[in-house]
């Protein structure tokens, strides 16, 4: 039994939802299908989730929602139209929104929540109704009613452990279950929604919880490449994955598939296949717990990049020797609500990296001034505008070098590195550079080992 998920793109317009229909007609065990909300149909669309904001927003400071609720509801009508399926539906639809106005609530943190949920929420009840009017038994399901329990956290929810029992004793429906994605609710009755992008997490929490044989994630590529195709001409695609290596080009910089989502298939150990909707036949990427690497002999499975880095270099003499500093430090983060992503340091010196979206001007200030009263440095600096470059692999442990050829071909590149950080486990190498010389970076990194 297989659990597929779709997403923006795939259930943007009536043409793609017949190839979803397709695809589900194509396999008896596709029988729990997670959907997003619709995404862009072009490069001048736009996404419904993004449409669902300027409502929420419209409505918070009272201006009139007329133009945005019909745009809203002209992309489901339009699909409907094209599918035949009842205006009755649209109808309904209309009424939800209402609904969301109606209920407005400025005080409660859950509100802009229902307003985000409200796309996938409808294009469930759509896509559920075109199957049922296409000959296939299906409905759609509420996330409430499935069993999906999430902690009170607005826009970062967590699913609850207790939540996977209930999904369980929907494993042997007679009916294709479609089930919005990117939302739970809260044990108050709250939706709650996942971090962006967070159909993937529904899908991969919907397949640990039926235990099912493998989950399919179907987007608008054919699958992982080992290199970002903005940057890479062709690049080739991975076949096959861990789940730890596609954790950390997630993390890098790969958005094909949400990183969250792979905590519940990794723990419940079930296979991950990314596919395409525009080319099914394609056997994708495989994402799974190990692989034969005799039969993928590459050591480096991938090359990713992220931008909007800063780092804050803070210099002691004889910081080594200076009990507690490091906790001081971080105490500063944590009291400002800084997370951070690396940290190298030397013998009287320390350097963290961080994503700079965190960083206000005054948050910036504030930053610098509490940990100049906290340790009292000799010297510290914030620098702007970085990139992380990941090289990640399992295979690159058992590679002698493979950091000295990855430095070499930045050098010839005139590529400045401002620092490496590599893990124990010699899973990936994280290599900080200037932002502007990301894609020479990215570029010279792939061809050294996959050209």
């Known amino acids: 039994m297989k659990v597929i998920k779709f997403g923006g793109s795939s259930v943007a317009s009536a043409t793609q939802l017949k190839k979803v229909l397709a695809i589900v007609k194509n396999d008896v065990t596709r029988r729990f299908v997670v959907v997003s909300a619709p995404g862009k149909r072009n490069n001048e669309d736009q996404k419904v989730t993004d449409l669902l904001i300027a409502y929420y927003e419209a409505v918070k400071v009272k201006t009139d929602t007329t133009e945005i609720t019909q745009a809203i509801l002209r992309r489901y009508g339009v699909m409907a139209e094209e599918l035949e399926i009842s205006e009755e539906l649209c109808q309904q639809f209309q009424a939800e929104l209402a609904e969301l106005k109606n209920n407005f609530d400025e005080n409660n943190p859950y509100t802009l929540d229902a307003f985000l949920a409200t796309g996938e929420n409808l294009n ?28 009170a956290q607005p826009h970062n929810a967590r699913i609850l452990e207790k939540s996977y029992e209930k999904i369980y004793q929907w494993r042997d429906s007679k009916d294709i279950l479609v089930i919005p994605g990117f939302f739970g609710f809260t044990e108050e009755g709250q939706i709650c929604t996942f971090s962006r992008g967070g159909s993937d997490i529904t899908g991969s929490i919907v397949a640990a919880g039926l235990k099912a044989d493998c989950y399919e994630n179907f987007t608008d590529v054919d699958g992982i490449f080992a290199a970002n195709p903005k940057y890479i001409h062709d690049p080739e695609l991975i076949d096959v994955l861990t789940y730890r290596e596609m954790r950390e080009l997630s993390y890098a910089g790969f958005k094909v598939f949400h990183d969250e989502a792979l905590m519940p298939s990794y723990h419940a150990k079930i296979p991950v296949v990314i596919k395409n909707t525009n080319n099914p036949n394609c056997t994708g990427t495989i994402i799974t717990e190990s692989y034969n690497k005799a039969k993928h002999h590459n050591e480096v499975v991938g090359v990713a990049s992220d931008g909007g880095f800063c780092s804050i ?7 080594n020797r200076e009990i507690g500093i490091v906790r001081k430090i971080l105490q500063v983060f944590e009291d400002l609500d800084i997370s951070f992503e690396h940290m190298p340091s030397g013998i009287d010196d320390i350097s963290i ?3 700079e979206e965190q960083l206000t001007p005054e948050i910036e200030k ?4 509490n940990i100049e009263n906290a340790i009292s440095p000799d010297l510290m ?6 990139s992380v470059l990941a090289l990640v692999g399992e295979g690159m442990r058992d590679r002698p070098g493979t950091t000295a050829e990855s430095a070499a071909a930045l050098a010839r590149k005139n590529i400045s590195l ?24 990215v570029r010279s990194i792939y061809y050294t080992f996959f050209d």
Request: charged residues 25%.
């Open 381 to 386: 600096e914030i620098e702007h505008d970085l």
């Open 313 to 319: 270099t803070i210099a002691k003499y004889l910081l």
């Open 418 to 441: 401002r620092m490496i950080s590599q893990g124990a486990d010699e899973r990936s190498i994280i290599f900080v550079i200037r932002g502007d010389q990301e894609r020479q970076a």
């Open 353 to 355: 990296v961080l994503r």
């Open 366 to 369: 504030a930053l610098l001034e």
């Open 124 to 151: 469930a009840q759509l896509i559920a109704n075109f199957f049922k009017n296409s000959g296939l038994d299906a409905r759609y399901i509420n996330p409430k009613e499935l069993g999906i329990q999430v902690s």
